[in-house]
T-cell receptor, first 114, second 113 residues
Framework: EAQVTQNPRYLITVTGKKLTVTCSQN?????MSWYRQDPGLGLRQIYY???????DKGDVPEGYKVSRKEKRNFPLILESPSPNQTSLYFC?????????????FGNGTRLTVT | DAKTTQPNSMESNEEEPVHLPCNHS???????IHWYRQLPSQGPEYVIH???SNVNNRMASLAIAEDRKSSTLILHRATLRDAAVYYC??????????????FGTGTRLTIIP
């Protein structure tokens, strides 16, 4: 089944403890991206990747890192998480990074930083 | 920058058509109009997208105004499973390899049995 898989689904951590949220897609998509969803603020893009080794900042990249070493994986790294990064995170992919390409989203990772 | 605005909520009776509006008055010529819906505890799910012409698929229809400053997602016969938050998103990508996504705040659709 074609899908975007995020892990873990739920994560509770403490301030400053490095963490990684994984994202994997099995559709051979070139484009992948990360978003956070907060009440009243909607979806906001964190980072995106047009292809392997090509990443770029979205609207809210501060406090996050990404890497794209292989086509199928696009992990989101929080080097020193803070409580304001408590949010619902979504990974998405599309065949290409163009306007005509539908996005496929994962089921989300709910992160709580205490 | 492009912006999209949607009503916060709408209600519709089951088995009746639903028209969900989105205003995007600052849309640029290369922005595609996408619609997604989100069920509780799930990620957004693609519904439909278009550029200038109206579009139909098995899930819905998309009507795009001639000036492209607004669009309407049409669910032809709403079912209880269509209850969700619907997002209008503009997706733009340039020839220089960067992109811009503009998200609406979503419309919560309630279906009345």
């Amino acid at each position: 089944e074609a899908q975007v898989t995020q892990n873990p689904r739920y994560l509770i951590t403490v301030t400053g403890k490095k963490l990684t949220v994984t994202c994997s897609q099995n559709m051979n998509h070139e484009y992948m991206s990360w978003y956070r969803q907060d009440p009243g603020l909607g979806l906001r893009q964190i980072y995106y990747s047009m292809n392997v080794e090509v990443t770029d900042k979205g609207d809210v990249p501060e406090g996050y890192k990404v890497s794209r070493k292989e086509k199928r994986n696009f992990p989101l790294i929080l080097e020193s998480p803070s409580p304001n990064q408590t949010s619902l995170y979504f990974c998405a992919s599309s065949l290409m990074g163009v306007g005509n390409s539908p996005l496929h989203f994962g089921n989300g990772t709910r992160l709580t930083v205490t | 920058d492009a912006k999209t605005t949607q009503p916060n909520s709408m209600e519709s009776n089951e088995e009746e058509p639903v028209h969900l509006p989105c205003n995007h008055s600052t849309i640029s010529g290369t922005d595609y109009i996408h619609w997604y819906r989100q069920l509780p505890s799930q990620g957004p799910e693609y519904v439909i997208h278009g550029l200038t012409s109206n579009v139909n698929n098995r899930m819905a229809s998309l009507a795009i105004a001639e000036d492209r400053k607004s669009s309407t997602l049409i669910l032809h016969r709403a079912t209880l499973r269509d209850a969700a938050v619907y997002y209008c998103i503009l997706r733009h990508s340039s020839n220089f390899g960067n992109e811009k996504l503009t998200f609406g705040t979503g419309t919560r659709l309630t279906i009345i049995p």
